[in-house]
């Protein structure tokens, strides 16, 4: 029972983790209609301007510094990428958020090397013990962080004059440029606190337990998108209800993962997925989307 309890602590951390970049994955899409494939390289560039500069400026400066950078490269490529192509379909699009993300995963994975580069979070390898159950403090200070920060996006998202305007441009776009919705500035935003959440997501995915910020770093985006579209790529609660699902799903599957030989290695990495056809099987728009209708 307290491997369980543990597991399922553990799950509920990473599935924090996972709802802020699912939520970057649901802001862009809300805004613009497009699923943002380079999300990843946005996650690795906030984490290694964190990494790069916590020696010189310590690691919370570092940490703002790289907030501010993964979102300065969200925005720039939405107004030197995005808005030049806004007239072409969505699918066309998607494809070239792939693009953008192999040409900037590329100059960054050439950057970092072979390395693996520590954030100098301040939580090093602690671990709080309670009773059988133990935790590392950064599983902890995963959790709050990602509450507030979350807590914080719903509130702008509700009072904010950005989040009324993004909501009309989600609603219905044509009506709310004409209306006066500036739709390049919400576009602009979205991609930019996208950029900000997986800077974020970036510290708590690279500090203890695992080694640092490395190459391989970016593919935890990958992990994320489970928990965007079963949570319905539209909705906000369903990026943190699709994030909570995929960390423990993924926890619970890797920390059983003995018992369950029967289906084979690396169970913990392919649970998220099957969860996710399991889910749009039964529903296709996610658990939290809005199904469209079409008149015929």
């Keep these: 029972m307290s491997t369980f309890a543990e597991l399922l602590l553990n799950g509920i951390s990473m ?17 613009t209609e497009v699923v943002n494939f380079a999300h990843a390289s946005l996650l690795l560039a906030g984490g290694y301007v ?5 020696d010189d400026i310590g690691f919370w400066p570092a940490l703002l510094a790289g907030i501010a ?9 939405e107004f030197l990428v995005m808005r030049r192509s806004r007239g072409n379909d969505h699918s066309v699009l998607a494809i070239v958020t792939i693009g953008v993300d192999i040409l900037l995963t590329t100059e960054l994975t050439r950057r970092l090397g072979t390395d693996v580069l520590a954030l ?3 939580w090093g390898d602690a671990v709080l013990t309670l009773g059988p159950i133990s935790l590392a403090h950064t599983r902890i200070a995963a959790f709050v962080a990602a509450a507030l920060l979350i807590t914080a996006f719903l ?6 004059t950005w989040g009324v305007a993004m909501r009309a441009a989600a609603e219905n776009s044509e009506t709310a440029a004409l209306m006066g919705v500036r739709l390049g500035r919400v576009s602009l935003g979205a991609w930019a606190v996208a950029g900000g959440l997986a800077a974020v997501a970036a510290v708590f995915l690279t500090v203890f337990p695992t ?31 699709g994030g909570l699902v995929v960390g423990v799903t993924e926890s619970l599957a890797t920390g059983y993962q003995s018992d369950l030989t029967f289906m ?5 990495d392919l649970a998220p997925y099957l969860v996710m056809v399991a889910i749009l099987l039964v529903r296709p728009a996610g658990l939290f989307g809005t199904k469209e209708l079409a008149r015929v």
């Design 69 to 77: 950078g993964a979102a300065l490269v969200g925005a720039a490529v």
């Design 211 to 241: 080694p640092g910020l490395e190459r391989a770093t970016s593919l935890a985006a990958l992990k994320a998108f489970p928990a965007a579209i079963l949570g319905g790529l539209d909705s906000t609660t369903g990026a943190l209800v």
């Design 155 to 160: 509130l702008a998202f509700r009072y904010t």
């Design 50 to 54: 964190t990494a790069s500069l916590h």
């Design 264 to 268: 084979g290695r690396g169970l913990g």
């Design 15 to 31: 599935g924090s983790v996972y709802a802020l970049i699912a939520l970057g994955f649901v802001v862009i899409f809300r805004a």
């Design 120 to 122: 100098g979070d301040p």
